[in-house]
């Protein structure tokens, strides 16, 4: 492999001649071997967004010589296009406040400036990193800055999986809304409900976690773009701020909005652990919802087997015709990990001290990968196991006239402990509360019929 020679503040560093970044990255790039993969498509376009709104800014505040100005906006236009994501090599976790992505970002666009330019890449006199892509800015405003837009065009795309789901739930519930099935409490039997009523609560707790996502998504709205350091604005020119904002605001198509205290924007990561809380909360009612339908399933034979569920694979690699939920188990593996990176995310926003928290790549790690769980596989479990399922109307109705609970709706006519005593012998005997109410003369057929109804 061919070498070129960029220089930095600590000295020499020997780069491979065709790649677009610097003596930063390569520095780094040696040091941050923690998961293997590059940092999210959707940090990057942030990151070249804010460098492009920065530049834009930086010319009509006089800052920046139109001219670099104008270079570094067609590098970020060439960049957001698609062209040198794999320039980006930066992990997903990597040093405090994402210095070491920020870097990368600033030499990718310088280099490629560069060659608009005509120039050679690493000729950093014609074209700097720091002084000329970076100009008006810190990690520490821009990284918070880029994790609130990577967050919220994640979830542009999270959103219609979630639909997709509430969907399908409610369409189950119509479908099963005539379906009487025994209600149950402590797992064990209880008053009757219907199957659709049950899906119908399902669809209700999803709406409910969604909405609560979708306004949490509302802070990451604020942002602390041109904080720079410390959040009081230092080495931006008047003016900056809000065209800047403005600007990234148009490119993302984001409603973003300037926060007005910019020292809370870096020091503080409350917008992004609250929105990670929300996605967790999903997580909860997904869990559930995936848990009850396994239960539902379990069978055919010595479970309750209340539900058909489609087969999408054979179930078990020694017992033939085996089906498995299986989709509900991968669900279930979903949300442990989801729940598992809140964690993360709780412990990182109060790990900050001081004018910055420095914990951000392993935030916004750990709340991109939830929402890319949902959106990759929430569509399958909508798809390949909601719309299969269907009900085993002979063992719902078999379990309703043989629980003894359903003496619950006798209570109010015969009483408490008459009603306790008749359970006990249903439970002794075998026979149905029916058949021990009219053989015993308590009610009549025509009474026990409007009771239960």
Known sequence: MEYRTDRDSLGEVKIPKDAYYGAFTGRAIKQYHVTGKKSHPHLISAFVMIKRSAAVANIQTGAIDKRLGS??????????????????????????????????????????????????????????????????????????????????????????????????????????SSFKKIGRTHL????????????????????????????????????????????????????????????????????????????????????????????????????????????????????????????????SSIMPGKVNPSLAECMNMVCFGIIGNDTAVANAAQAGQFELNVMLPGMLKAVLDSTDMLKNFVPIFSANLIDGLSANEERLQQNIEKSPVIVTLLAPKIGYQKSADLFKESLKTGKTIRELVTSQKILTDKEIDSLFK
């Open 188 to 315: 064990m039997d209880a008053l009757p409900v219907t199957l659709g009523s049950e899906f119908a609560a399902y669809a209700t707790s999803l709406s409910k976690a969604k909405n609560a996502i979708v306004l949490a998504s509302k802070e990451l709205e604020f942002v602390g773009l041109g904080g720079t350091a410390v959040g009081n604005g230092a080495n931006t020119p008047n003016g900056y701020r809000k065209i800047a904002i403005s600007e990234l605001g148009k490119i993302s198509k984001l409603n973003l909005k300037a926060e007005k205290d910019m020292q809370h924007s870096l020091q503080s990561k409350f917008a992004v652990a609250n929105f990670s809380s929300a996605v967790r909360n999903l997580a909860l009612e997904l869990n559930k919802i995936a848990n009850d339908i396994r239960l539902m399933a379990s069978g055919p034979i010595a479970g309750l087997s209340e539900i058909g569920i489609p087969a999408v694979h054979a179930g």
């Open 71 to 176: 270079v570094i906006i067609k590098a970020c236009d060439i960049i957001l296009s698609g062209k040198h994501q794999d320039q980006f090599v930066i992990e997903e976790i990597n040093s405090g406040a994402g210095t070491a992505f920020n870097m990368n970002a600033n030499e990718v666009i310088c280099n490629v400036a560069l060659e608009i330019l005509g120039k050679k890449k690493g000729q950093n006199q014609f074209l700097h990193p720091n002084d000329h892509v970076n100009m008006s800015q810190s990690s520490n405003d821009t990284y918070p800055t880029a994790m609130h837009v990577a967050i919220l065009l994640n979830l542009k795309e999270t959103i219609p999986a979630i639909d997709m789901l509430i969907k399908s739930i409610s369409k189950k519930a119509k479908e099963f």
